[in-house]
């Protein structure tokens, strides 16, 4: 009688070597045991990409344009099918989950379509000052010399000056508003003096170890070096360090936006922390008006610290708990 | 931060190092090469600030001043004889380096000029006023907030702790990721709206004139009561959490096997090798966060309406009162390279590896 | 080039080997017993043993010395006796006795009074193991003040006192007393943990590879303070290192460590004349010699992972004298003269296990 089905062994390793199997065991395996040992990071990016969800499912479902003055009637609190009494929209029916603004906005639609406003600055601004410090403090760390100095005075000048200051003197003497990404590139040049000096300590300490030497002496470039073998190793620190600028980034946008300096068409979340402030919207009671700005704040903000934080074990092996 | 990187950073810059070199060997001291380090933040803060408005080519104070002028009325002649003077001292037609001068002039005097929106009130009177209110309530709730968060982090990276302890973590995690601001927001909402147990707004009663009666003491205590604790409970969560990472990598360290091996106390193990020597990368920390704390708290000023310095940039910003802003701007900046360059100096005092023999 | 026979190898060691301890006492008494000690760490990829069931004895006065390459589970032994092993490494079971008293069953508490007055550590002095932020006469004595009784105390002019002597004893200015560790040599340092380790007068003194990052002169100052030391106090030492040369001139019985088992265990002179286990012979033959040139010989091969230890004896992939049941069996020690141990199938017809 024939054999028939060939049950796959347990030492028969033939099918799992190799494609798939490999990829399993040697890529996606370390990386889910790294997520389930560190709740934090997948806190974190869960959060994010809820907000992400919300936006986009938002974006689809919800009339966006009506975050714009006078789109709805005035100081309305959350409401399904409402009849419009009076106004241009008298007799419509319709719904304001998140209620309305004394200026009339749907603060749902402020919601969805000011959210991705509001990363989007903290994104550019924390690629633009990443990749500036990236680069400052690897010229300065790796070629030493004038050009460590002339960096090195260049930082420290700068982080004795608060970077938020020098903004509001800039935007006051332009003279006019912002748009979403001059604020994410203003605050990217500003920004890139912190990443640049931690970053600059990381890649001289590299410098000297063995790796590096027996590259150099095995006659790679400089630029070679860097490449190939230092800045994969500061990858994690550098990812770490970037999730910190953007958090830093949109904090500070939030801040120059409620004190009235950022683009007032626009219903980022800190414009809505200024329109609050301004009407005093805790006074008059109107809760939904600041609560949502509030919850996407803190989503983004305890999402971004969760995920720098699991990301910490990544970046700092002597946090590694395990062997 | 590991001690190499530590180390690493620490090291002053050798351009500046050799100018001040020379010039320490002759008054021979670190605490010298420090302040000048400081006069010279100052200096390029300064120009920076000279630099701004110019760029574009135009000068919008005086287009500012102009406006104001023109509106007449008694306040407006003044303003008129101000802008007069301004076009003597700065106008554009005085070769870019004469404007240079004089600005560094009144600097030096500390004559930050005259405002526009309260003429005529100069910008010295009106900033000093509010710095009163910022430096007091923030000042010691800063302080304040260091300390405890630190303490808190030193417990909570130790790991023979009582158990309950570390449950205190995660509220202090969330705290410090939220902003404060947005903090003293909800605190506003809950306390003062919802409870109405405490001031919706401002530093004291409006309406009442300050003196130091009792009555108005505790009227500003209560007043106080909802920013401090919005700036307290955000910031101790963040040191707490630096602390922490700082006691982790102290017990990484070879002293720290050894200190076992002699059979030391836990408390002094804790004490004097764990929280000691954590305790300087914290401290360095707090040196490079100052720029965020101050911004920080002028957001806090702006929530609550407190009469202090944020709230008055807030108003200056408003009615575009140049002046005030620069001020504002430069008092900051000074605050900010003093209490570095104090850091600085009080810092070998409790790391001996870098004090200077004499 | 021909290799040398061990006969060769004998005669120059023998030479190299000074045994200056005219006023050697070892007593007969058991100062330290190990008994089947095992120390394993848990792992997601299984359980590393990185020390598996040793047992060795040490008499009062002796100078044990305990070599192995990296990772063969020398430190975390030494480590293992002062119960200092971190999570997630744990004693997996055995027994430590000291002074008749088992180590492994004493409360945190007790160790921690056990730890600097019975059994001291004495480690690499010139890394980080002074603290940086305290001056030397504190850290000499935080150790005796945190070991005083209750009712009892010591005056500040006593404690002055003891750190004078201590410092006069490892032969360093009393000056030194005043000054924070950065301000020391690497030779400082190493004396002042040595002072470190005598200042309770304990009976066991555990010395981490005291001398790798220092130069020859100063270690050989420095292992000739150490002996000193020892001999004033009537201590045991256990010296842990690699070093086989420092080891041939300073110790009276060497232990062998390979892959977190003991493999050979026995007096100095005649494990270095008449090494038995195969992997002791390699090390021996890799010795360079002053006397005559000769190639440098290595052992081939590398030491195995210990989280894939295999089923026989560990040695077995890198044994010139492999056979059949090396691979099957893990071999068990056997004794095979006066204090001598070796840990191999060779030697089965020999002696009792």
């Not at chain 1, 049950?7 to 990386?31: H, I, K, M, Y």
């Not at chain 2, 101000?82 to 005097?109: C, E, H, S, T």
Request: hydrophobic share 45%; aromatic share 8%; glycine share 10%.
């Amino acid at each position: 009688m024939a054999q028939t089905a060939t049950t796959p062994d347990a030492t028969d390793t033939s099918e799992t070597r190799g494609g798939w199997g490999q990829f399993r065991d040697e890529r996606l395996n370390p990386v889910k045991r790294y997520a389930l040992r560190n709740p934090s990071l997948i806190v974190g990016l869960g959060l994010m990409l809820s907000l992400m969800l919300f936006v986009g499912i938002g974006h689809i479902v919800w009339d966006t344009e009506q975050f714009r003055v006078l789109s709805a009637p005035t100081r309305l609190p959350p409401v399904l099918n409402y009849e419009i009494p009076t106004g241009k929209l008298a007799g419509q029916i319709k719904s304001y989950p998140f209620g309305t603004d004394t200026q009339g906005r749907d603060l749902l639609a402020v919601a969805i379509k000011g959210t991705p406003l509001t990363l989007r600055i903290g994104l550019i601004a924390g690629f633009v000052s990443i990749g500036l410090g990236t680069v400052a403090a690897f010229l300065a760390a790796y070629y030493r010399g004038w050009v460590d100095n002339s960096v090195r005075t260049v930082v420290d000048v700068g982080l004795a000056m608060p970077g938020l200051l020098i903004l509001i003197l800039v935007r006051i003497n332009i003279g006019r508003e912002l748009s979403v990404d001059e604020m994410g590139f203003a605050l990217g040049m500003v920004g890139w003096v912190f990443p640049a000096r931690t970053i600059r300590a990381q890649v001289l300490v590299m410098r000297e170890q063995a790796y590096v030497e027996l590259s150099r002496l095995s006659g790679t470039s400089g630029l070679g070096i860097i490449f190939k073998e230092m800045l994969p190793n500061l990858i994690p620190y550098i990812t770490a360090s970037l999730v910190g600028s953007v958090a830093g980034a949109i904090l500070a946008s939030i801040g120059l936006e409620a004190i009235g300096l950022g683009s007032f068409g626009l219903p980022t979340l800190g414009m809505t922390i200024y329109w609050n402030i301004q009407f005093s919207s805790i006074i008059l009671g109107m809760w939904w008006w600041w609560l949502p700005p509030l919850i996407a704040i803190v989503i983004v903000f305890l999402g971004l610290f969760l995920i720098s934080s699991g990301l910490d074990e990544w970046s700092n092996p002597r946090l590694r708990k395990r062997v | 931060m590991t001690e190499q990187t530590q180390a690493v950073e620490n090291a002053p810059s050798p351009i500046l190092s050799r100018v001040f070199r020379i010039v320490a060997l002759v008054l021979g001291n670190f605490v010298v090469r420090r302040f000048f380090f400081f006069l010279f933040v100052v200096w390029v803060a300064s120009t920076v600030i000279f630099i701004i408005p110019r760029l574009s080519g135009q000068d919008p104070v005086k287009e500012k001043l102009l406006l104001e002028a023109q509106r007449g009325g008694a306040i407006q002649q003044g303003l008129d004889a101000m802008a007069k003077n301004y076009q003597k001292r700065f106008g554009l037609d005085l070769p870019i380096w004469v404007q240079y001068k004089n600005f560094l002039a009144d600097l030096a005097r500390l004559d930050l000029g005259t405002s526009i929106a309260f003429f005529p009130r100069t910008v010295n009177e009106i900033v000093f006023e509010s710095l009163y209110w910022t430096l007091g309530l923030m000042g010691t709730v800063t302080i304040m907030a260091f300390t405890l968060g630190t303490l808190a982090g030193a417990i909570l990276g130790w790991p023979r702790k009582p158990g309950w302890v570390q449950y205190v973590f995660m509220p202090l995690l969330t705290l410090a990721a939220i902003p404060q601001y947005l903090l003293g927001m909800i605190l506003i909402y809950l306390f003062a709206f919802t409870l109405g147990w405490l001031p919706l707004f401002g530093g004291y009663e409006p309406a009442t004139l300050p003196n130091l009666s009792f009555d108005f003491i505790v009227d500003v205590l209560r007043h106080a009561i909802l920013p401090a604790a919005a700036i307290l409970f955000s910031v101790i969560g963040f040191w707490a959490i630096g602390m922490r990472g700082m006691m982790i990598n102290a017990q990484g360290e070879d002293y720290m096997i050894q200190a076992d091996a002699k059979g030391l106390k836990g408390a002094r193990i804790f004490l004097r090798y764990a929280v000691r020597n954590a305790l300087l990368p914290q401290v360095t920390g707090l040196a490079l966060v100052l720029g965020t704390i101050i911004t920080g708290q002028v957001l806090v000023e702006r929530v609550f309406s407190y009469p202090g310095i944020g709230d008055i940039l807030f108003q200056a910003i408003r009615l575009s009162d140049f002046f005030v802003i620069r001020g504002i701007v430069i008092v900051i900046i000074l605050g900010i390279a003093g209490a570095t360059f104090l850091l600085d100096v009080l810092y070998p005092l409790i790391d001996p590896r870098i004090r200077v023999r004499n | 080039m021909v290799q040398p026979t061990i006969e060769e190898t004998r005669l120059s060691t023998e030479q190299a080997i000074k045994t200056y301890r005219e006023g050697a006492r070892i007593t007969d008494v058991d100062l330290l017993v190990v008994e089947g000690l095992s120390v394993y760490y848990e792992t997601e990829s299984g359980t590393v043993k990185a020390v598996d069931d040793v047992s060795f004895t040490l008499k009062q006065g002796e100078r044990f010395a305990l070599v192995g390459e990296s990772g063969s589970g020398k430190t975390t032994l030494a480590m293992a006796l002062m119960r200092l092993t971190r999570p997630p490494g744990h004693i997996a079971k055995g027994k430590v006795i000291l002074n008749n008293r088992d180590l492994t069953s004493l409360t945190e508490e007790e160790m921690r009074q056990a730890r600097l007055s019975e059994l001291a550590l004495v480690p690499q002095g010139a890394m980080n193991s002074l603290n940086p932020v305290m001056r030397i006469e504190r850290q000499l004595t935080d150790g005796i003040i945190d070991h005083l009784a209750d009712d009892e105390s010591m005056s500040r002019k006593e404690l002055s006192q003891t750190v004078r002597d201590l410092l006069m004893r490892v032969g360093l200015r009393p000056d030194v007393a005043r000054l924070f560790p950065h301000e020391l040599s690497g030779g400082m340092k190493q004396r002042v943990a040595m002072a470190i380790g005598i200042s309770l007068r304990p009976s066991l003194i555990i010395a981490d590879e005291p001398t790798s990052a220092l130069d020859v002169v100063v270690q050989r100052q420095i292992m000739q303070t150490l002996g000193r030391l020892q001999e004033g106090l009537d201590a045991s030492i256990m010296l842990v290192g690699h070093d086989m040369g420092l080891v041939a001139q300073f110790a009276d019985t060497i232990g062998v460590m390979y892959a977190g088992k003991l493999v050979e265990v026995g007096p100095v002179e005649e494990v270095f004349s008449d090494p038995k286990h195969p992997y002791t012979k390699l090390l021996i033959q890799s010795l360079p010699s002053l006397q005559e040139k000769k190639e440098f010989v290595g052992i081939p091969g590398l030491p195995p992972l210990l989280i894939h230890l295999p089923q026989g004896c560990a040695f077995e992939e890198r044994c010139p004298s492999r056979f059949g049941k090396c691979t099957g069996t893990v071999p068990q020690k056997l004794s095979v003269g006066n204090r001598r141990e070796v840990a191999c199938f060779l030697y089965e017809g020999e002696g009792a296990s």
